[in-house]
């Protein structure tokens, strides 16, 4: 199999991790579609990262579908998402609010970075900077543990942690004063993990 995407995308290096904690075998190869738009649209129609090619030349495309297809193929006993039960949805739950939190926060990105200074739209930014204050204070307000589910670790703390990283990173005002103290001190947990170590988070 190969990995296609840079680990600056927290949606690839999501999943370059879980693929690395579940020890399925795989290459790389480090993409920016920003770079190379060209390519981007020849591995995914939409040209975005991550894009998992599989022995068979298939592809997959967008990370959840991905995970989902990496779970299946592991096996219950080694997933990283519960499988079944209110495990599973809180799991689902708070991955998809990591998910969400990140499009937001890229969309604030690029209001600033992709257009000119008199074309950037305030108001319609500070609605997307709330909205990636939402899903942070809904993450942070979960109960607390050395993970989001207690002592199991899953795939939500992935997320999440990727998603703190990425922020701190690329919209650091978001995460600035200490605010989420639960959600860094579970970041600095797991960017402690080999699997992280072993996809560090690129400079821009």
């Not at 990105?109 to 305030?122: F, L, S, W």
């Not at 200490?178 to 988070?201: V, W």
């Amino acid at each position: 199999m190969k990995l296609i995407g840079r680990n600056l995308s927290p949606y690839t290096r999501r999943v370059a991790i879980a693929m690395t904690l579940l020890d399925v075998p795989h290459e790389r190869e480090y993409l920016s579609v920003t770079a190379d738009p060209a390519r981007g649209l020849q591995v995914n129609p939409v040209g975005r990262v991550p894009v998992l090619e599989l022995d068979d030349g298939d592809r997959l495309i967008e990370s959840g579908a991905i995970l989902d297809y990496l779970m299946e193929l592991v096996g219950p006993a080694k997933s990283l998402v519960p499988p079944h039960g209110k495990a599973r949805r809180d799991c689902l739950r708070l991955m998809a609010i990591a998910s969400g939190v990140l499009d937001k926060a890229v969309a604030a990105i690029y209001e600033v970075r992709r257009r000119p200074a008199e074309k950037v739209h305030g108001p319609w930014r500070e609605h997307l900077l709330r909205q990636v204050e939402g899903g942070l204070s809904a993450l942070n307000d979960q109960p607390q543990g050395p993970w989001l589910q207690g002592e199991h670790f899953s795939m939500a703390d992935i997320s999440v942690a990727v998603t703190m990283s990425f922020l701190h990173v690329m919209l650091k005002e978001s995460v600035a004063d200490g605010r989420y103290g639960h959600l860094e001190g579970l970041r600095d947990r797991a960017e402690a993990l080999p699997a992280f170590r072993a996809h560090p988070l690129e400079n821009p």
